[in-house]
């Protein structure tokens, strides 16, 4: 490792404060800051950095046992971002529990894109998931996930659903959080009908759907894939105005998780459309 580390031997270190008791709180809403957790987003946050976009590094936190591990990914990070290392028994009393990863870092957002600026942005058939009303952030994370891999160009949440920089969404998403455009804010409704303005097929998915999901057709423009809050769907006016469709089902339950139901619903319509192969 070609960059220099700074040891950390106190846990109230003021250098350290913003790593402090992080299962209890989080540093989202904070002066647009967030927490990065694990080798896998911390390399990332490494690439997000480079492009000087939407996200860069304050600082990282490592496990003195780990550095070794890491030092190619610390590299790619500029040498005004500090590091500091630690032992795991200092780790653990900073975080509040034990620490397993031993790799935390201090993220920030450098620029926050324009919503219609994303849209106006997007390809000519391009495949954008909504979440409305989704509030669990592992299933935040879970979406972000399969929307990289099944070749989504966006994610889109309303103002009720989580934020999600939040550590667990972030950890939860392996890092696609840091790497996928998103916006969050706005009624639901409002962003439905200025994605229908914008060229977009809007389709819902619930289990209340008229049309099964492996029945639709092939868009023919934009697509935008909208996802409910968890347990009680999408709302009654957002069904009634945008074509829903549904996942058929053996009946034995009433419905899936939403992240798995989001990865079978961008699993068919990637394929359809050749967005993989």
């Known amino acids: ?43 990332v946050l490494a690439e997000a950095h480079a492009e000087e976009e939407r996200f860069v590094a304050d600082r990282i936190l490592v496990l003195e046992n780990r550095l070794k591990g890491v030092a190619d990914i610390l ?29 935390l870092a201090l993220g920030r957002i450098a620029h926050a894109p324009d919503f219609s600026a994303l849209i106006a942005d997007l390809p000519g058939n391009a495949l954008v998931v909504v979440c409305v009303g989704l509030s669990n952030h592992d299933n935040a994370g879970s979406v972000f996930r399969n929307a990289t891999i099944f070749g989504a160009d966006a994610v889109l949440l309303d103002r009720t659903s989580c934020d999600p920089l939040y550590r ?18 706005g009624e639901a409704s409002e962003l439905l009908f200025t994605l229908r303005d914008a060229g977009f097929d809007v389709i819902t998915l619930s289990p209340s759907g008229k049309t099964p999901l492996n029945a639709l057709k092939p868009a023919q423009r934009r697509t ?11 709302p009654e006016d957002i069904l009634s105005a945008f074509q829903p469709v549904r996942i058929p089902q053996s009946g034995k339950l009433d419905s899936l998780n939403v992240a798995t139901a989001a990865g079978i619903a961008l699993f068919q319509i990637a394929t359809a459309s050749g967005r993989i192969v």
């Open 224 to 234: 935008a894939l909208v996802l409910g809050t968890e347990g009680e769907g999408l």
């Open 75 to 103: 590299d790619r990070f500029p040498q005004d971002v500090p590091v500091y290392s630690c032992t795991s028994a200092v780790l653990n009393a900073i975080a509040g529990f034990d620490m397993h990863r031993g790799v």
């Open 1 to 43: 490792m070609t960059r220099p580390v700074t040891a950390i031997s106190d846990p109230d270190d003021d250098r350290i404060a913003p790593f402090k008791a992080i299962r209890e709180r989080d540093l989202v809403g904070r002066s647009g800051r967030f927490i990065a957790e694990g080798t896998v987003v911390l390399r």
């Open 168 to 185: 667990k969404a972030i950890r939860v998403s392996v890092g696609s959080v840091l790497k996928m455009p998103w916006h969050r804010g």
